[in-house]
């Protein structure tokens, strides 16, 4: 078991919806309490990441300006504070940053630095701190009215920077097969599996943090995913809904459900107390 330690937690650099923080008190609970190697392969703001402790760590996610961001901290701090720093919460420079990406040659054109200054400017200053792109995969969450917002956390920046350094995060922006296929998963290892929640209902279906959705399917092929860790001697700890599919997918695993408080949705709605699944392969 892992105690949340306040004082030394870092505090994740964005929100991300699904963001982990509020009930990270209890989720770290259910955690091994000596950690070799820590594997994340959906790791979004990475509040598990940053509190947990362990000896070295892989992270992954599916979206390549998220893992801008993280690579900027690590290795670009001062490129990235500059940059920063030149953006300003003004609503026309807000949407000339985020028609960077309608640039066929936005990737070519555009340093991992600018692409991670870009996404962290964007959700400090856009509505409800949400990430949220069109069909084309276009950044369109629209400008938020706020008071105020620290575009340029430098403490949270440089904690962050100095954490993902000292333990040398290796960070990878891979679907999260491509994690196990590509062998970054040791038999050491425990993995902490927080993937697009199963909807409850079809109309709480929000799943779009990159082109694609995440469906039924793809729940069945995470926990098909989950049967080759445990079949390798790999623990594992899943965060997912308590949609039926989810208890019927992950029966033969130890399943608790916690009373988790979620902070942003696509709506804005539905905050507040809600429940959520703890799904594990390990005993205590
Ligand atoms: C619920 S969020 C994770 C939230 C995170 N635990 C936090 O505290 O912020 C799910 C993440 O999975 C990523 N994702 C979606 N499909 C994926 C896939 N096939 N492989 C890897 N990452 C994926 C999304 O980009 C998103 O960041």
Redesign the pocket.
Known sequence: MQIYDPETAVR?FVK??????RSLPVLMSYMPEHIDTYV?????????LFALKFKKAVI????PE?ICAYKAIRDDLEGLKKLLQTFKYDKEQFLEVRAWDRDNNFLENRTETERGARLIYLLKTCFNGLYRVSGKGYFNTPFGKLDNPNICDVPTLERAHAFLNEKQVEILN????E?LRRGYITKDAVVYL????APLNRTSYF?S??I?D?TDC?QTMLRDYCDVLNANGIRFLE?NSTAPIIFDLYRKYAITTLNARRSINSKGTGRGAIKELVIRNYAD
Do not use: H, I, Q
């Not at 992954?60 to 979206?63: F, G, I, P, T, V």
């Not at 891979?174 to 097969?177: A, E, K, R, T, V």
């Not at 927080?194 to 929640?197: A, F, I, L, S, V």
């Open positions: 994740p991300w919806v699904g963001g982990k923080r994340e392969p959906f790791v979004g703001g990475g509040a598990m992954s996610d599916l979206n998220l891979l679907d999260y097969n994690v927080d993937p697009p929640y799943t943090y990159a694609g995440f793809d965060s």
